[in-house]
């Protein structure tokens, strides 16, 4: 079935480093989607991508849809100690069907 | 305000003994789903429902039922609950299949015994 390699799986940081983080996949993806999870609640999303070579901000996060469309990355600019939490990618097939990253886990050291 | 509200939050029970989690979303959205988060393994989509009274399977559905008989809730059932089933469980809505946002519930932990 389809998968998603994110890397790293977790990642320790101080206060004011820059972060990035991705996915890739061997499928194609039509959707790339970015989901940060804080302890105790849901996903939220954070950016949604559609068209292969997209690039997208949403504050401190840029977030680009890969041109093969089987890769995404996130970064984050300028770390704060509310980034932490865990960040998945997801890839929506031609299906409609959403598939998770295994997620990474940021810790940010004030 | 926009909610998915799944009951109980937490959970302990033991092998074989029924269970249903609730999942309630006040947006009418027509798209809900069910995920399992284990550790290593990100979110899978056990089932969804893509209206009322029109539900599938996703990647994991072994075990687990589902029932939409109206369009705001979305039960999770678990017939004869076993270890491997301990889990964190979230209901997700949206729209339609493939429209984002997708609003995720807080979360449903269960302990099976």
């Known amino acids: 079935g389809q998968q998603l390699n994110q890397s790293p799986q977790s990642m320790f940081i101080q206060e004011g480093e820059d972060v990035s983080m991705n996915c890739t996949s061997s499928?194609?993806?039509?959707?790339w989607l970015w989901y940060k999870q804080d302890p105790g609640e849901g996903p939220v999303l954070l950016i949604a991508?559609?068209?292969?070579?997209e690039l997208t901000s949403n504050g401190r996060l840029t977030a680009q849809f890969g041109i093969t469309r089987k890769d995404s990355f996130l970064n984050i600019s300028a770390s704060i100690p509310s980034d932490v939490g865990i960040y998945f990618c997801a890839g929506r097939g031609s299906q409609g069907n959403l598939i998770f990253g295994k997620g990474t886990k940021l810790s940010v050291k004030p | 305000e926009a909610q998915v509200t799944q009951n109980p939050r937490y959970l302990i029970t033991v092998t074989g003994k029924k269970l249903t989690v609730t999942c309630s979303q006040n947006?009418?959205?027509?798209?809900m789903s069910w995920y399992r988060q284990d550790p290593g393994l990100g979110l899978r989509q056990i089932y969804y429902?893509?209206?009322?009274?029109?539900?599938d399977k996703g990647d994991v559905p072994e075990g687990y039922k589902v029932s939409r008989k109206e369009k705001r809730n979305f039960p999770l059932i678990l017939e004869s609950p076993s270890p491997n089933q301990t889990s964190l469980y979230f209901c997700?809505?949206?729209?339609?299949?493939?429209?984002?946002?997708?609003?995720f519930g807080d979360g449903t932990r269960l302990s099976i015994l």
């Open positions: 499928s194609i993806f039509n959707t």
């Open positions: 947006m009418n959205h027509e798209y």
């Open positions: 991508l559609y068209k292969a070579g």
């Open positions: 429902s893509m209206n009322v009274e029109v539900t």
């Open positions: 997700a809505s949206s729209f339609y299949r493939g429209s984002e946002p997708q609003h």
